[in-house]
């Protein structure tokens, strides 16, 4: 079975920083990755799909990029409603979800 | 706009079946997979499984032993019942329309499996 990790498990950023979280899968999975925003509460909100595209009406600061067993999204600018829990999301086989990264405030 | 809604009762007691109804509105529950997913206090999101319009299912397989997932196209609806529930599948349990992009999602329902 593929397992995904992703690092950090949390970090600490100041507003207009630069945050940087990374995927990695077991195996090859070409582009099938997706990445995810998830506020206490809610639903998983969808930022970047098949690596590096942003959805619709996703602000251009978050991007993705990578592919086969390893990924990096990215927040260009961290803004106050940034704070969330991220995920990334592999989908070759079945959605399987990382285990998520916690972005909070310094 | 496709909405999603769970229903079904929040708590449930160890060994018994847990039965919930997901009902789509705003569109047609036709040609598209629809998934299960749930999320337990403090930890990711887990898929259980899809069901398509047709009734054809696709299981999580470690979880596939206890599921089973149906579909009612007429009522714009599709269930999921999981069996034998102990502690462990205390979760938020999401309804959501596809596999490979998973969107739009219910807004989740809390299932506590406790005496």
């Known amino acids: 079975d593929i397992q995904m990790t992703q690092s950090p498990s949390s970090l600490s950023a100041s507003v207009g920083d630069r945050v940087t979280i990374t995927c990695q899968a077991s195996?090859?999975?070409?582009?099938?990755l997706n990445w995810w925003q998830q506020k206490p509460g809610k639903a998983p909100k969808l930022l970047i799909y098949?690596?590096?595209d942003l959805d619709a009406g996703v602000p251009s600061r978050f991007s993705g990029r990578g592919s086969g067993t390893n990924f990096i999204f990215t927040i260009s600018s961290l803004q106050p409603e940034d704070i969330a829990t991220y995920y990334c999301?592999?989908?070759?086989?079945?959605?399987?979800f990382g285990p998520g990264t916690k972005v909070d405030f310094k | 706009q496709v909405h999603l809604q769970e229903s079904g009762p929040g708590l449930v007691k160890p060994s018994e079946t847990l039965s919930l109804t997901c009902t789509v509105s705003?569109?047609?529950?036709?040609?598209?997979?629809w998934s299960w997913i749930r999320q337990p206090p403090g930890k990711g999101p887990e898929w259980i499984g899809y069901?398509?319009?047709?009734?054809?299912?696709h299981y999580n397989s470690s979880l596939e032993s206890r599921v089973t997932m149906s579909v009612d196209t007429p009522k714009n609806q599709f269930f999921l019942k999981l069996r034998f529930v102990t502690a462990a599948d205390t979760a938020m349990y999401y309804c959501?329309?596809?596999?490979?992009?998973?969107?739009?999602w219910g807004q989740g329902t809390l299932v506590t499996v406790s005496s």
């Open positions: 959501v329309r596809g596999t490979r992009i998973l969107g739009p």
């Open positions: 705003g569109g047609s529950i036709r040609d598209y997979l």
């Open positions: 069901v398509s319009d047709s009734g054809n299912t």
């Open positions: 999301q592999q989908y070759d086989i079945f959605p399987l």
């Open positions: 195996q090859d999975i070409g582009n099938s």
């Open positions: 098949e690596a590096s």
